[in-house]
C-alpha cells in the first residue's frame, strides 16, 4: 500500500508577509507625514492665541488709563499680560500705525501697533496692519512659513 503523504499547511505565505509590511509601510508614511504639520499647526495656533492675550492687555492698560494711547508701552503691555506660552515676554514689543508696506515680525516677536487696524484687502496687505482709528491697536506676528498674520481689537 502507498502511504499518502498529506501536506500540512502552517505559516504565512511569501505573498501575504509582503502585503502586510506594505500596508504597515503605508501607515508608517502617513504617520511621518501628518505629525510635523499637526506640530507646526499647533505652535501656530498657539502663537496666534499669545497674540490675542497681548492684545486683550493692550486694550486693559488702555482702558485702565482713560483711554491715554500713550501708556500702551512694551512694557505696560508685559506687565499686564501672564507668561505667554510660546513668546517671551521681551518678544511683544508696540509702535506707532505702521505703513501697509513696511510693517513686520520675525516668527518669534509680536508687535502690537497703535492706532492700526488690519488690513483685509488688497491681498498683498491681508495680515499686516494699515492706519486706523485712535483706539484700535493691530497685534502683528509671523506664523511658520512667513505668514504674516494680523488680528486688531
Given at each position: 500500500m502507498k502511504q499518502q503523504i498529506k501536506k500540512r499547511i502552517e505559516g504565512f505565505t511569501i505573498i501575504e508577509v509582503m502585503i502586510v509590511l506594505a500596508i504597515a509601510g503605508l501607515i508608517l508614511l502617513i504617520v511621518f507625514l501628518a505629525v510635523p504639520a499637526l506640530q507646526r499647526n499647533s505652535r501656530n495656533t498657539q502663537r496666534g492665541?499669545?497674540?490675542a492675550r497681548a492684545l486683550a492687555a493692550a486694550q486693559e492698560v488702555l482702558n485702565n488709563n482713560n483711554g491715554d494711547m500713550a501708556t500702551v508701552t512694551s512694557a505696560n503691555i508685559q506687565a499686564a499680560i501672564a507668561k505667554p506660552a510660546y513668546y517671551t515676554l521681551a518678544a511683544i514689543t508696540t509702535a506707532a500705525a505702521p505703513l501697509a508696506a513696511t510693517n513686520g515680525t520675525?516668527?518669534?516677536s509680536i508687535i502690537i501697533y497703535r492706532g492700526s487696524q488690519c488690513a483685509t484687502a488688497p491681498p498683498a496687505d491681508v495680515g499686516k496692519?494699515?492706519?486706523g482709528t485712535t483706539r484700535q491697536m493691530a497685534a502683528v506676528w509671523t506664523a511658520e512659513a512667513a505668514q504674516l498674520r494680523c488680528q486688531d481689537s
Amino acid at each position: 500500500m502507498k502511504q499518502q503523504i498529506k501536506k500540512r499547511i502552517e505559516g504565512f505565505t511569501i505573498i501575504e508577509v509582503m502585503i502586510v509590511l506594505a500596508i504597515a509601510g503605508l501607515i508608517l508614511l502617513i504617520v511621518f507625514l501628518a505629525v510635523p504639520a499637526l506640530q507646526r499647526n499647533s505652535r501656530n495656533t498657539q502663537r496666534g492665541n499669545d497674540a490675542a492675550r497681548a492684545l486683550a492687555a493692550a486694550q486693559e492698560v488702555l482702558n485702565n488709563n482713560n483711554g491715554d494711547m500713550a501708556t500702551v508701552t512694551s512694557a505696560n503691555i508685559q506687565a499686564a499680560i501672564a507668561k505667554p506660552a510660546y513668546y517671551t515676554l521681551a518678544a511683544i514689543t508696540t509702535a506707532a500705525a505702521p505703513l501697509a508696506a513696511t510693517n513686520g515680525t520675525t516668527i518669534d516677536s509680536i508687535i502690537i501697533y497703535r492706532g492700526s487696524q488690519c488690513a483685509t484687502a488688497p491681498p498683498a496687505d491681508v495680515g499686516k496692519a494699515i492706519a486706523g482709528t485712535t483706539r484700535q491697536m493691530a497685534a502683528v506676528w509671523t506664523a511658520e512659513a512667513a505668514q504674516l498674520r494680523c488680528q486688531d481689537s
